[in-house]
């Protein structure tokens, strides 16, 4: 994996700590996300192996930390559009020249009332697996954790 320099007096967590308390840090803290294609494309272009994370080589400060989902489809699904079974989200498939990537669509909640937003299917605590989120954060102690 080809690392992109960097010139680095704090920890991502630091970093992140003096970003937020409005002092001056070593660089801008640097987060990533990106669709499935774009992904691929960069890992290549940094010669990222697979199993690898494209975040190690770009210096990401920030480590995702969550519980998985466990239980029921709360959110049925729809032909030609993926449908979140946890919160209902809608995706599309969007197709290029070099592969594809799913995005947000048709915004079920866009034009809901009050009855329907209580309404809508939430998943409950009990429904996830909280076994490794101590060891999970212990892992990324040096990062600045999001769940």
């Not at 996300?33 to 940094?46: K, Q, T, V, W, Y």
């Not at 975040?55 to 998985?68: I, N, S």
């Not at 030609?80 to 969007?94: A, F, K, M, N, S």
Request: hydrophobic share 35%; with cysteine.
């Amino acid at each position: 994996m080809r690392s992109l320099q960097r010139n680095e007096q704090m920890t991502s967590k630091e970093r992140v700590m003096a970003t937020f308390a409005h002092k001056e840090a070593d660089r801008v803290p640097i987060g990533y996300s990106a669709n499935g294609d774009i992904d691929r494309r960069l890992c290549e272009a940094l010669d990222v192996k697979e199993g690898e994370w494209v975040g190690e080589a770009l210096g990401v400060d920030f480590r995702y930390v969550g519980a998985p989902y466990r239980g029921k489809r709360l959110h049925p699904e729809l032909k030609d559009i993926g449908v979140d079974e946890q919160w209902g989200i809608h995706t599309r498939w969007i197709e290029h020249p070099s592969g594809g990537y799913w995005d947000y669509c048709d915004f079920p909640l866009r034009n809901a009332d009050l009855d329907t937003v209580a309404k809508w299917p939430m998943p409950d605590p009990a429904d996830f697996d909280y076994a490794d989120l101590v060891e999970s954060c212990k892992r990324n102690a040096a990062f600045a954790i999001h769940a």
